[in-house]
């Protein structure tokens, strides 16, 4: 089941880092589309028009009617269906040709039926691009997501249900890695005073907004503070590494 989440938008400055990575995920996949196209966990559509330009058909899922509705407006040819899932009951078995679902799977309760269920609905020779964010370069706790996973944690799942996986890792160039650590060293300022360790034993609801606020006001205070650094990394500031457990986000390819 999704819960609402965090957002990051390509309309605020102080979040173009985070952007430019999330939206490679984007680029990268549109290459590899074939067939009916299934994404999981649309949201405010941020690479559904590459999406729209590289497949033959399109099904969007989210749980947020709103940015359907404003969605089947822009591409009334694409289907959107509003859901909480997993399962995947609506979709029939063997049907998709490939499914994408970007920075999702950390936010779901049951990952197992939720890795099981892509794979029941995907085509023989199916494919299924997944992205999440490395929990290795986590900088604290975040209280939007169920969990974050390692290498072997998230290769271990797909594995389960896909005997082929290929797991590659995003990251970036000199300048994302300075503003990561300039990042690095401002949640430190704010996490020094958690002596107890509460981002980690409180409940995740609890601590929803006061991180998404603690989280905004860190993005437009490291923008003012280096404002050039900001606005100046793009897309091509990130690549894929083959050593993904030192990357930000792990991309994982599933072939059924």
């Not at 994408?100 to 099981?116: A, P, W, Y």
């Not at 998230?154 to 797991?167: G, H, N």
């Not at 609801?205 to 490291?222: A, C, E, F, H, W």
């Not at 280096?226 to 457990?245: G, I, M, P, R, T």
Request: aromatic content about 10%; hydrophobic content about 35%; some cysteine.
């Amino acid at each position: 089941m999704f819960s609402t989440t965090e957002i990051t938008s390509h309309e605020e400055t102080s979040d173009n880092v985070i952007h430019q990575r999330l939206f490679y995920a984007y680029v990268e996949a549109a290459k590899m589309l074939e067939g009916e196209v299934l994404e999981i966990g649309c949201g405010a559509g941020r690479g559904m028009q590459l999406v729209a330009e590289n497949c033959e058909k399109y099904t969007g899922i989210d749980k947020n009617e709103e940015l359907l509705a404003l969605h089947r407006k822009t591409y009334p040819n694409f289907k959107f269906i509003s859901k909480n899932i997993p399962p995947l009951d609506f979709i029939e078995s063997n049907s998709i040709d490939t499914v994408i679902s970007f920075q999702v799977i950390e936010h779901i309760e049951d990952d197992e039926l939720f890795i099981k269920e892509i794979e029941r609905v995907l085509k023989p020779g199916g494919k299924a691009i997944i992205t999440t964010p490395n929990i290795k370069l986590s900088l604290t706790r975040n209280p939007w997501h169920v969990r974050e996973y390692t290498y072997n944690q998230l290769l271990a799942l797909a594995q389960k249900y896909f005997s082929k996986v290929d797991l590659k890792g995003i990251t970036g160039s000199e300048k994302v890695m300075e503003y990561y650590e300039q990042n690095k060293a401002s949640v430190e300022k704010i996490t020094r005073f958690d002596i107890f360790n509460l981002q980690y034993k409180l409940p995740r609801r609890i601590l929803q907004v006061p991180y998404d606020i603690l989280n905004r006001m860190n993005r437009k205070s490291l923008e003012k503070g280096n404002d050039s650094l900001v606005k100046q990394v793009s897309l091509a500031d990130y690549h894929f590494d083959e050593d993904a457990d030192k990357c930000f986000d792990f991309f994982c390819i599933m072939e059924k």
